[in-house]
């Protein structure tokens, strides 16, 4: 594991999360769910509401994608996204009165709610779970679609270079755990796991939310790649946790096909089911050396980075880099006039200075990414076959002469942490060859 810096102290500089201004325009892409692309509903020249549905999905489990705030649709555009995709987005300037914004709603609680209400709110609010950011998924799909026995509950983040998530735990810790009310009633189930960080959320927090079927993982958030789905599995399950019943002890072992969830999504929820406001808003961390302040905003979909910048007052120095969800797990970006998403959690905007050189230089067989890689990967060799057409590093070992069976056995063992990237002196994409490979073979 990759040990990053406590950012116990970092958390201590904030109180509170921020409104951001409303923004004169809105570009929202028809894209907020990974590969999923909506349809446009709404023409130029239209008025639309606040929260109104504007894009659609084909999926019969689709998708819905609002507007953040009221006005007139000025045109579809193309627009460069937080996930690096160039997607068609529907700019909005701002004009009539807010459904939303300004107005006291009152909580409902879970006891008034069915499993299926739950559900087809958040379906209709169009959440989108960010539990893997790389690969964001339609949250009501994966209730309907629940076959497993456990929620899991992340407290932190995923990449330890970002803390969004652990300021929503720290900000909004109750409203977070009666979010997992809403959805383990939505799931028909009982059995919940948080796995949290002690130092960062004292165990003590839990104890009004506890029954006998929650378990808890405590783990250092900074050890990298502790907070992936597949560490976690590893994780849980290399310890017994028993719960006697019937003077019989059963062990219920952890599964990819139980919900994995984080504190961003969970707030989401809270907003559609409690209050029945779609998603509009993200909540956001925003910092780096080229801002005179960093802030943890909430900020309507659809606004520019730029135009937030704007209301923190501006760069400092001139920006090299946008890094999107953290420098191990996120993607970077060149331009400031990028919108935020529905799957954007933290914005870095760094100089020249602190930038990396994103040269791709020839592989040095440092073997490097071999000696990270936990999951017995070898990056290094998936990379020359599919770049190079190299099969020499194959023909070495007769077990792998079939080289599809060789590809398909390494993508399947990858668990996608990026910690073979961060060590190549070549800086060599491996985890994008292999996450492309796993498109390829649909692995």
Known sequence: MILFAEKVDELKNYTCSQNAFLPRYVTIPLCQEYNNVCNP?????????????????????????????????????????????TEKAVKITLKGSFDFLGKQIPSRPVSTLTAEQISTHIYESGVVNTFNIKKTCNLAKQIREFAGQYLVVRLFDEDPSCITDRLLTKFYFERLMKSCGYILKALGREKIIFVYNPKL????????????????????????????????????????KNKKKDNKTEEIPLAKKDLFIDSSTLYEVYKCVAKNIPSINRLVHISGNCLKSSSFLNIKLGTSIREVISQM??????????????????????TLDMPITRYVKSIEVVSHKDSIDKRIYDCINCGNCRAICNANVFPDVVYNHVINFNNYSLNENSAYENTEKFLKEMISKCVDCGSCNMVCPSRLPLTQIVNMLREKYNV
């Open 41 to 85: 509903l709404v023409h130029i020249g239209e008025q639309v509401r606040e929260g109104q549905v504007i894009a659609t999905s084909a999926d019969p489990d689709r998708i819905n994608i609002h507007t953040s705030i009221p006005g007139i649709v000025e045109d579809i555009v193309e627009c460069q996204c937080p996930n690096g995709r």
């Open 201 to 240: 959320t004292p165990k003590s927090l839990f104890d009004n939310y506890t029954t006998e079927s929650t378990y808890f993982l405590e783990v250092n958030s900074n050890e990298y790649p502790i907070g992936l789905k597949e560490k976690i599995i590893a994780a849980f399950n290399k310890e017994p």
């Open 313 to 334: 007052g501006g760069v400092i120095k001139k920006p090299k880099m946008i890094i999107i969800n953290g420098s191990l797990r996120g993607t970077t970006a060149s």
